[in-house]
């Protein structure tokens, strides 16, 4: 076993546990990731590969072919929708499975992947105003709603890029960014702009809804995962009880003035 | 519910899944098909409403043909199904029973309130049903054969 054999382990664990790490972020599947490790080490030669993952934690143990066992853990902080990432995390892997790039090339493509910005995007901001204004009519309300929905709907994107990128729990971002949508609702609508405060926040609390938590859970629980679909179950669970909580805040007080 | 207003639901459905595709990042050569899938799925939602009283069944049937339709989609343009399926069944997400739920207890209307908790989880177990019914199945064939080939315990 020489030194330089040691190391080429250690590399390719940290890609295979990079690129797992960067999938939960984009909101994987724990079951994809660990079978994307799994592949990956299996790909470069690795005899038998252990993976213990979470939504906030990843632990693998390799063992390469000359019977070393290695073992790398990371911890994810946090982790948001990013499909677009998701896909292209999940076809580089595909390519490194079937040998179409080499170790040096993947952690390249991996490296640029892992250093987008998580900034402001247009498209995005887009959709945030199209979903809100949408949902917003789809659940009865008029085309006035639809436009007061709007602009709370950028503000709620606003936030989500530059207020909770600064590292602020999911839970405390999520009860502020109801409270504020709350009372911006009911302000347009007493300045006249949109007829219902009601279907107003319910487009808007389409936003910031753990939707997707709540369906990948469902499907983690199935597929076998339940410590990570407990974890997500609760997740999603607390932060419907602090949407309806900031949400309600105003309303209370708005009844009361 | 009248024809226009079924219209009109559908059409801010599907706006809504677009942006929803759009403001999840999806590749964009996959937006029309997700905003398709959402199209599918609140076409199939209003009419089952029509004609079906449960709640359980308005969503569980939606869910089980947005998951299908995404299972194909992501076998027809060689990618994975997920993107396909948070984007087509968002808009069976019940957020305007967690208003409603909120709102009621707020205001203090316990009966209202006990009804729509219970109204919203049902909803949510039919969606979950309706996913897994082809979503899993599908899982478990792939999963069995991986740990075959890869060996895992």
């Known amino acids: 076993m020489t030194e330089n054999n040691k190391q080429d382990t250690e590399a390719i664990l940290s890609l295979a546990m990079d690129l797992g790490k960067s999938m939960i972020k984009c909101g994987a599947e724990i079951d994809r990731v660990e079978e994307t490790i799994i592949r990956i080490c299996h790909a470069f030669g690795m005899k038998k590969t252990e993976v213990f993952s979470i939504v906030s934690m990843i632990n693998v143990t390799t063992v390469d072919p000359d ?17 677009g990432r998701l896909e292209r995390l999940n076809s580089l892997s595909r390519s490194i499975c079937c040998q179409a790039v080499s170790f040096d090339e993947a952690r390249e493509i991996l490296d640029t992947i892992i250093g987008e910005k998580n900034g402001f995007h247009t498209t995005a901001c887009i959709g945030a105003v199209l979903a809100a204004g949408g949902f917003a009519v789809f659940f009865g309300g008029t085309i006035k709603d639809c436009l007061a929905a709007m602009p709370i709907a950028v503000m709620i994107y606003l936030m989500n890029t530059y207020i909770k990128a600064r590292g602020m729990s999911k839970l405390f971002y999520t009860a502020l960014c109801s409270i504020v949508s709350g009372f911006l609702a009911i302000f347009f609508v007493r300045i006249g702009f949109g007829d219902n405060p009601a279907m107003i926040m319910i487009g808007d609390i389409m936003l910031i809804i753990p939707g997707v938590t709540l369906i990948n ?41 | 519910m009248t024809l226009n207003q079924a219209l009109i639901t559908v059409l801010a459905g599907t706006v809504g899944t677009c942006g929803f595709s759009l403001l999840f990042r999806i590749n964009k050569k996959h937006v029309a098909f997700a905003t398709i899938g959402g199209f599918i799925t609140c076409v199939v939602y209003v009419i089952c409403c029509r004609y079906i009283d449960d709640v359980f069944f308005q969503n569980f049937i939606p869910a089980l043909v947005a998951t299908a339709y995404s299972e194909v989609m992501a076998r027809v343009t ?38 729509t908790v219970l109204e919203t989880l049902k909803i949510a177990a039919g969606i979950a049903v309706g996913i897994i019914i082809i979503s899993v199945i599908i899982h478990q064939i792939n999963y069995s054969k991986f740990k075959q080939i890869y060996d895992v315990d």
């Open chain 1, 67 to 83: 019977g070393h066992a290695y073992t790398q853990s990371r911890r994810v902080y946090s982790y948001s929708t990013n499909l």
């Open chain 1, 217 to 257: 859970s469902i499907r983690e629980m199935l597929c076998g995962d339940l410590m990570s679909g407990i974890l997500r179950l609760l997740e999603s669970l607390i932060l419907s009880i602090t949407i309806a909580c900031g949400f309600s805040i105003p309303i209370l007080i708005c009844a009361a003035v």
């Open chain 2, 78 to 115: 060689k990618s994975p199904a997920t993107p396909y399926i948070i984007c087509s069944i968002i808009a069976l997400v019940p957020g305007g029973k967690l208003y409603y739920t909120m709102y009621y207890f707020v205001s203090g209307s316990y009966p209202e309130f006990r009804v």
